[in-house]
């Protein structure tokens, strides 16, 4: 195949590079827009147009270059196939987006303003791609955000609508101990608002350092100016709507392993709630189903299946996060130098996948959350599953004291031996068998009968359930609009 070709097959590819064939959680307009490959040449376009606005504006570059710089850095005008291509030649696709933006402003410049003097001088590649991928994590983040906080204001509207509602507690796959369904609403709610309030506090630092972090360029670019090259760091800053930096952090990577930690956490308490509604919609459990829509859920060989999609998606997401965020770390751990030999470059793929899951997945999560069906009537059938013996610690603590020693066993003891017994028997014997064994254990002059119902009520052994909803609610006021009025104001 001649070169020629090749690139013609790599234009036709970059098309649908973002079409996300094999990553369905990711498969969005959004997604692409805000991560995909043109976001990303977009954004390196956007840190250059902001340099040369703000070297014009310190005096460093003709008066009109910025102007003609923005003009030339619009997107549409640069062949994205073509520049990933020609990125294997300096190792970064900064190098020949920044020859390609050098020809355009001269070509535009037909005032002759020497615009081409206000491109990417004193930058280096590594300031240019760092700052935009801290604009690409910016505009991603506040995305995710945005779906997040719709899926933690459905949360605690289920917490609060639900409060009352009961079901069946699980530990290591068993029935535990009586439970609600608001409480299980509510802790999916303070993982994820508790992720999202680490997503909120993440700094997007601008980089500016130079070739090797020391400014050099800069304080060349800036003597006998008014202008430091601590002020044009800062006024780029200000010009992307980043944070500033107090110095070059080229070796520094905590930004982007922060980053990379913050958005695993949003996919860990995502894939808490996708777990949990996979296992709760099972047919043979029924107590909760995913919002229907049309083709969703299909199966190709099955027209009878609906599965739980939007769960199989979050999921998904979840499940990779943690090796994106490793490999984050890696990387930091192996910046040697000044600027390092391959660790820099090993951030971008997993950086960009994370930012892509945890948006796809926001989403996804969004709608199961906004639409989730409750059946409580079947919370209540798998309660009862258990029969008293879900009740059996209430029971054990109430009653183990009222009873004296026999034959060398205690109160606890024997209670023990009841739901040891009880046990034995074939599960749909247990209720009865359990009743009966307890009367022989203990007699209704110790607990009488209606004691005994009291304490074998579900209802009656929630400990501080509806208390912990309320405080797990109030911890993040920022995270459930059902609190505020229009004003925003707290209703309380």
Partial sequence: MTHAAALGDLRAFAEEADAGLLSPVSASPLVAALTGDRAVLGAILAVESGWAAVLQRAGLAPAGSAAVVASAAEAGRYDLAGIALRAQGGGNPVIPVLADLRRNVAALDTAGVGATKAVHTSLTSQDVLDTALMLLARNTVHAVLAD???TTTALAHLAGHHADTLCVGRSLTQHSLPFTFGLRAAQWFQNVAAAGRQLEALQFPVQFGGAAGTLAAGTV???????????LADALAAQLGLAPAAVPWHTNRLAITSLGHALASVLDAFG???ADVLFLSRPEVAELAEPRAAGR???????????????????????????LAAQLHVAAANFND?????AWHAEWPALRQLLALALGAAGHLRELAEGLRVFPDAMRRNLDLAGPLLLAEGVTAAVAPLLAE???RTGKQQLQQVVDRTLDAPPS????????LFREAVPAAVVPDARLEELLDPASYLGQAAEITRRILAAYPEFDSTTTDAN?????
């Fill in 338 to 342: 000044e600027r390092p030999d391959g």
């Fill in 148 to 150: 997040l906080k719709g």
């Fill in 406 to 408: 026999q034959d060398g």
């Fill in 272 to 274: 808490k709630i996708a």
């Fill in 297 to 323: 859920g299909v199966s190709s060989a099955m027209p009878q299946k609906q599965n739980p999609v939007l769960s199989v998606l979050v999921r998904s997401a979840a499940l990779q996060a943690p090796q």
């Fill in 429 to 436: 014997e247990q209720a009865a068998t359990y009743r009966k």
């Fill in 221 to 231: 670019l800036t003597d006998g100016s008014s202008a430091t090259p601590f002020s």
């Fill in 488 to 492: 925003g104001a707290s209703r309380g």
